[in-house]
């Protein structure tokens, strides 16, 4: 299984599932509302063998958490990650990782579990989730994988989930790897607007 590209995809539907709830940030919950979306991840199989309805546990955030509208169209290029998000990647990278292993969807649920925002704590927690399991089913996954992770880390630079998880795009202008735009002015000169903004200067290109 593939942890780096499921976190990834999670990101993606977080966003998504945050424009759904009416969010221009990207919190907690909405980051294990797309757990949930993906749901092969080992995090959501770790909760689930704990025997909770997931899908108890959905409504519920979404009934605690959603606006009356989502996020209009216009607007769902200004939705950004949370400060909150930031730390638990953090808290899953430092805290839980072992050895400085990559971080999985073990370690973000667990960051998840041990941070005070969002509903989706105290509803897994009220639902039996045991946050020692979740601590040892992490460090048997840290076991297993530790070997393969390690020299991956020594390739990264000083970022590793920036490297990890992103993609450097002005490196790869530089170097040539893009193809040239063509017929898009409109949306290259919106693009710059965004771009030079002090706040929600975090454009997204769909298409």
């Given at each position: 299984?593939?942890?780096?590209?499921?976190?990834r995809i999670i990101l993606n539907f977080a966003r998504e599932e945050a424009s759904r709830m009416g969010s221009l940030t990207i919190g907690a919950d909405h980051l294990f509302l797309g757990m949930l979306r993906l749901g092969s991840c080992d995090a959501v199989k770790a909760v689930s063998a704990a025997g909770v309805d997931l899908a108890a546990v959905k409504r519920n955030?979404?009934?605690?958490?959603?606006?009356?509208?989502?996020?209009?169209?216009?607007?769902?290029?200004?939705?950004?990650?949370?400060?909150?998000?930031?730390?638990?990647?953090?808290a899953a990278s430092t805290r839980f990782a072992r050895g400085g292993a990559q971080p999985g969807t073990l370690h973000?649920?667990?960051a998840i579990m041990t941070s005070p925002s969002g509903v989706t704590r105290d509803l897994l927690l009220d639902a039996g989730v045991d946050l020692r399991s979740?601590?040892?089913m992490a460090s048997v996954a840290d076991t297993s994988t530790e070997s393969e992770i390690i020299p991956k880390q020594a390739e990264t630079g000083a970022q590793p989930l920036l490297d990890e998880y992103g993609r450097d795009l002005t490196a790869a202008a530089a170097s040539g790897q893009l193809d040239p735009?063509?017929?898009?002015?409109?949306?290259?000169?919106?693009?710059?607007?965004?771009?030079?903004r002090r706040k929600k200067n975090n454009p997204v290109l769909i298409g």
């Open positions: 299984m593939d942890e780096r590209r499921d976190i955030i979404e009934a605690l958490i959603a606006a009356p509208e989502p996020v209009p169209f216009d607007k769902a290029g200004e939705i950004e990650i949370s400060d909150q998000v930031k730390e638990i990647f953090e973000i649920l667990l979740l601590v040892n735009v063509v017929g898009r002015d409109a949306e290259i000169r919106k693009l710059a607007l965004i771009l030079c």
